[in-house]
């Protein structure tokens, strides 16, 4: 599903605060599997999550998403990638404040074609779904870190995405939150999505039904 | 309802009012051209030159017969007279050049 | 359906987020077109209403300048104007100001006689009749000074120090208030004698001229033959009425650059600094899949639904404004120090060219301010929003 090849990203190259986030990463996430990337903070797990779904390029390297070399991909065409195939689940939710649980879970396909009532069944399927329906109209920082860290989810799953990319799910949860999620996680998993977990909580890569783990330190794999 | 209904709905009232205030305009206009064609025959009948609209100086009462120097012409020290004094434009500098 | 308008839908539901900062936006907002708008409206139905009136106004005024001052004009330059060729009609007039002190107000008094058959139309009551002495036709704004009506007496100081006791006989009527305002007519014998204007003067002298493109001619040999002697064109009279109203000149919009400058400023503080929670949300927008048009998109209703609605507004409020209530708002500003001053029934006069002219200033300007800001982050790749 994912492949990338000797993948390099630098931020502020050439100025004096350059960072090497990402060195020389080769590897490949299979279809339909479940991965997880381990690492402390600052070994490059976020950016090289970045770098997978789309949401930035390579400094050098390839990158290959399905069948499609996304690595020189001009900005539309990779933000419909990014669109089409993924969804992201981030470490601080990132909703939109102040606006309600459905039209957070409803914002990805507003720039798309798409009725704005088929919309709205959709993302009331999903809500529904991640047992949400009696706040969807509720402002989502009114919601506890457990019940956003679900409408997080519920953004992730309106297009019906291939690939799940979560980025530290469970920083911000306590076990049974967090327990709550990695069986969202599983759920979605079953139902043959593609899903890559960055985390360093052991709840969430010691696990049994992690089928890869890829270990990070200071922007490389580290030989397993 | 959906917001955007809302709002395209208020926009195309603010523009039904707009449009209904400019029909209403249009027709008090044309009722009343009867009215200036009147004022247009008494200005000649009396003569008259001017709006009666600015009164405290002659040079804002009569701005078509003011001097150049007409700020001060009302009394040697007299002060600015504030708002016309601003509203209204100096004599049209062309007369000079045609008469004087 | 159209992105845009679920593009729309989600600005609507962050702007209400900010329910109180963005209603005062739109309530500054309007208040500014509400202000540009009146101003416009206003000098352009005072510029149409007055070059339509003045178009019965004479066409050639001649008066005496002495010493560079407005001077009586011998009734004989009369005689002599009247021979040259192509002139009609000479015709004297008698007019001339007149303090007030009871009422602080000066008037505008003129000898006036006979039964101009439009004028009547305009006054209630009667007109001065050839040979009748003592009465007078009061304006509307001078009757209300003097607290008087019909059948009224107004006292006149005359040159002499005599007080003189004028009966009102006929009073004009609203729709002329514009012309008369401040008039107040006597017979020519009445107002010779108040103001101490010798049988062979006149003030001023009314020269009628056959054709019109003859006129300018005309007050050129007037103008050469006696140099003493200033004519007034009635083409100089609107074109100076023309300018008089101009907008930029206009006193009310210097009272207001306060307004426009804070406006101003308003803009250009959200224009230059993206918050760092707008900065997140476009981050988190684009993350999700929208593209950087979609996010121009979305800056772009931003912008165009506040001004819209304010604009819309503002343009509504200032029609009633002026041509409903009187520009009620402004007559204060406008007044200054007259005493008497009409109350404005402007007809309704727009020209499409302020409307844009007013899009150009405000809408534009904002919604451009909206959206500039945003293009630098619009651009920029998602991937800062996971870091943040």
Redesign the interface.
Known sequence: MLHLEQVTKIFNKGKPNEVVAVRDVSLEIPRGSLSVLKGPSGSGK??L???MGC???PTAGRIVVGERDVAKLP??FL??V???TFG?I???F???????VL?NVM??L????M??GE?RRRAEGVVDDLGLSARKHFAVQGLSGGEQQRVAIG??LI?DCEVVLA?EPTAHLDTTLSEELIGILRRLHGEGKTVVIATHDPLVYDRAFVQQVIEMRDGRIVPA | MTKYRIFLALIAVELATLLCLYGLGLFRFNRSAPEVVLLQEMAAELMLTDLAIWSEATYARHPSQADLFSPFQDYPSAIEHFPSGSILAPPFAERRGAHE | MSKHLKILEFVLSSLLRRKFKNLGIVAVFSFVVFILASILFLTHAFKAESLAILEGAPELIVHKIAGGRHDLTALRYGDEIAGIPGVGRVLPRYWGYYYDVSTGANYTIMGATGSPRSTLQLVRGAFIEAGQRGVCVLGQGVAEARLTGLNGIVPIMGANGELYRFQVVGVFTDPSTLLTNDLMLIAPEDIREIFDIRPDMATDIVVQVFNPSEVANVAKKIKYRFPELRPITRTEILRTYETLFSWRSGLVILTFVGALVAFGILAWDKATGLSAEEKKEIGILKAIGWETSDILALKFWEGAVLSLVSFLTGLIAAYLHVFFFGASVFAPALKGWSVIFPEFRLRPTIDPYQIFVLIFLTVLPYIAATIVPSWKTAITDPDIVMRG
């Open positions: 976020t950016s999550l970045g770098l949401m930035s390029r900005e539309r933000t419909e990014r669109r089409k992201f981030f470490q601080h990132h909703l939109i404040a102040g606006i309600s039209e914002l990805p507003y720039p798309t074609q009725p704005l919309i953004r992730a297009n980025d």
